[in-house]
């Protein structure tokens, strides 16, 4: 008979998998620009490009705010569910940035509601929904413990941007997997990092980032959405 810990496991890898149908596929979140710019041409800059995004941004802003939002969910506290929710939507330097964000958020809302998670319907209508939001609120649901539910978020982030880069440079499938397997080793110490991150803390600009982003919404040939 399976456990629920083998139950959580089962759901950590439903939520992490890349076939979720949330749109993860369609924003580049500025990598495209990036690639078309020259500043990422092959799988070193790529992991440099990534690299920095992970240590930084995710640590410091998209991950201790996922960890706040699994307490708020898990204390059915909507309003601090969505006090945290807007402050991470504000950190977004670009609107498409919010975009993708919100989008793949409210997709993962509907997605819940048919698969029980009542909590879920509340979102479905909101303009402030990231991503990380849906993600507390399955985590807390299916009892998947925090530092799993962080390492999945970051994961998908991952997995998204790779599958990104090797369209785009392009790179091989092995560069790929190469990167995936080097890049998701620093997983656990982000989630370990985050926790440590204050309240006051909470916050970081990528410049590059932000006006690839910014670019991209311009761009005249491209992909990926904006």
């Not at 399976?2 to 500025?30: C, E, I, K, N, W």
């Not at 204390?75 to 807007?86: I, K």
């Not at 499938?173 to 204050?198: K, M, N």
């Amino acid at each position: 008979m399976a456990t629920q810990h083998d139950l959580s496991f089962v759901r950590v890898m439903q939520l992490a998998s890349g076939t979720l149908p949330v749109g993860s596929y369609a924003y580049s979140q500025g990598l495209e620009w990036a690639v078309e710019a020259g500043w990422v041409t092959d799988e070193a800059r790529l992991k440099a490009w990534l690299t920095e995004q992970l240590m930084n941004a995710l640590i410091q802003t998209d991950l201790p705010i996922l960890l706040r939002l699994l307490t708020a969910a898990s204390q059915d506290n909507d309003v601090a569910m969505c006090e945290w929710s807007r402050i991470l939507i504000a950190s977004r330097e670009t609107s498409e940035l919010v975009a993708d964000d919100c989008g793949r958020g409210r997709a993962l809302a509907r997605l819940l509601k048919e698969m029980g998670v009542d909590s879920a319907s509340r979102w479905l209508d909101r303009a402030d929904a990231p991503f990380a939001a849906l993600i507390a609120l399955a985590a807390v649901t299916w009892e998947i413990p925090r530092e799993a539910a962080a390492a999945t978020y970051v994961w998908s982030w991952l997995e998204g941007q790779i599958l990104a880069g090797i369209k785009l440079i392009p790179l091989g499938q092995v560069s790929g997997q190469r990167l995936l397997f080097d890049l998701a080793s620093a997983i656990p110490e982000a989630v370990t990092r985050a926790q440590e991150v204050g309240d006051d803390e909470i916050g970081v600009t990528l410049p590059n980032l932000a006006i690839a982003s910014s670019l991209h919404e311009t761009q005249h040939t491209r992909l990926y959405r904006s």
